[in-house]
């Protein structure tokens, strides 16, 4: 029986690793109020797919699934079914990684952003997309408000808040701890994200 792993992500930067089916990630936030941008790209016999927020609002007819839910690939395949969620947090699949345009209107040039580090990884994997999808953005507070704004709150998830998901496929993960540290999303500072993985049952 293969043993359980982990990645460690530091603040600002992200991590990836290889899940097979049946597998499952727990996605930690070890101190509290970090939002953790989550992607998954399959590669099969030259295609790539990804996870795909757009079909899984689509297909499931929710903002984000609920626990016994999935997450479906740009193809409409499952990719990740939701075991666990032990988090506060509505969590979020409207907003766009953070990227460079960002922190440049913000008046912070050359700051660390989600999308270079999930390219930073993709490039590591020698995967290439023809578009940066949009992630599942954990444990972020920006629910749609009575009037339609959509305001980015500060996450209110506790020290070890957690999401637990089920590989449906085999696929590169990749996980970034959001690099937001002048706007309350992250609770006013960047902490890191931790992925525990565990073998599928037998």
Not at 44 to 60: A, E, H, K, P, Y
Request: aromatic residues 6%.
């Amino acid at each position: 029986m293969p043993a359980r792993r982990h990645v460690d992500i530091a603040p600002q930067s992200g991590g990836s690793v290889r899940l097979f089916t049946g597998e499952t990630v727990r996605v930690i936030d070890l101190e509290g109020q970090q939002v953790a941008d989550l992607w998954a790209f399959v590669v099969d016999g030259g295609i790539v797919d990804w996870l795909s927020v757009s079909q899984t609002r689509d297909i499931t007819e929710r903002l984000f699934p609920t626990v016994g839910e999935s997450f479906y690939s740009e193809q409409a395949v499952v990719l990740l079914t939701l075991v666990e969620d032990n988090s506060p947090c509505p969590h979020d699949m409207l907003f766009p990684a953070c990227n460079h345009r960002l922190y440049d209107r913000a008046g912070y040039p050359n700051h660390p952003n989600c999308r270079n580090n999930l390219l930073t990884e993709l490039r590591s994997a020698r995967i290439d997309v023809p578009i940066v999808p949009d992630p599942v953005n954990l444990f972020q507070r920006s629910e749609p408000q009575a009037d339609g704004r959509l305001e980015v709150l500060a996450s209110d998830n506790p020290p070890g808040g957690n999401v637990l998901l089920r590989a449906d496929k085999d696929f590169l993960l990749v996980v970034t701890a959001c690099s937001v540290d002048y706007h309350p999303t992250n609770g006013d500072r960047c902490t890191g994200i931790r992925l525990e993985i565990s073998p599928g049952s037998q």
